[in-house]
């Protein structure tokens, strides 16, 4: 009887990871679509995301069925936002190019621990002057790491801030790739309040970060 529900368990346990592995991939392609950003860098992004358009907001599975999406090589390339029935913003997505960063990925790769800490003063500072003149202020700043990412060497940073009136808390990850002269920065956020909704949807976002 023993052998048996051992038995048992390690078949559902196996099942569960079967259908795990099937389950995950269809609804990644059902429910994204990649995004070019220009300069050989791409993304996917849930097909409900709105981006402004011409002073119109549509999906992003409209807009790229509409444009085939090539976008222009300025500074900020890509912008998207997912709104709740209230329209306001429950997350978002940005990205910037930085044509004139110096830094590249054989840089990167020769970061240390000594280097993160130094860096992770500075981009505090930065974070810090916008929100404290808007009404916000920082409440935790995660400490950064380099993480490779489909090939890449990326500096990945996270924190979570107040924002003014009734916005309450919002969590940040900047995912910074040094890649002179095609670096660029993506920025996630979400509202941290539904965060169990929203975060599976950053990571898989996160991951699914690639540059040719």
């Known amino acids: 009887m023993i052998f048996w529900k051992r038995q048992s368990f390690f078949f559902v346990f196996l099942l569960g990871l079967v259908l795990g592995f099937l389950v995950l991939p269809v609804w990644g392609a059902s429910n994204f679509v990649r995004v070019p950003l220009g300069n050989g860098a791409s993304i996917e992004v849930p097909k409900n995301w709105v981006i402004l358009s011409g002073n119109q907001r549509k999906t992003i599975d409209t807009f790229v069925k509409e444009k085939g999406y090539r976008q222009t090589e300025s500074s900020l390339n890509f912008a998207a936002n997912l709104y709740d029935d209230q329209g306001k913003t429950l997350a978002l997505v940005n990205v910037w190019f930085y044509p004139d960063n110096p830094i590249t990925q054989v840089e990167a790769r020769q970061v240390t621990p000594a280097d993160l800490k130094e860096i992770d003063v500075e981009m505090r500072k930065a974070a810090e002057a916008p929100l404290n003149a808007m009404g916000g202020r920082v409440l935790n700043w995660y400490a950064s790491k380099m993480q490779v990412i489909n090939g890449l060497y990326v500096l990945v940073q996270e924190h979570q801030h107040s924002g003014a009136g009734d ?17 660029f920065t993506v920025t996630l956020s979400y509202r941290e309040r539904d965060a169990a909704m929203l975060l599976p949807i950053i990571d898989y976002m996160t991951k699914s970060l690639h540059q040719q």
Do not use: A, N, Q, Y
């Open 167 to 183: 916005t309450g808390i919002t969590r940040v990850r900047r995912l910074r790739v040094w890649r002179s002269p095609r670096s």
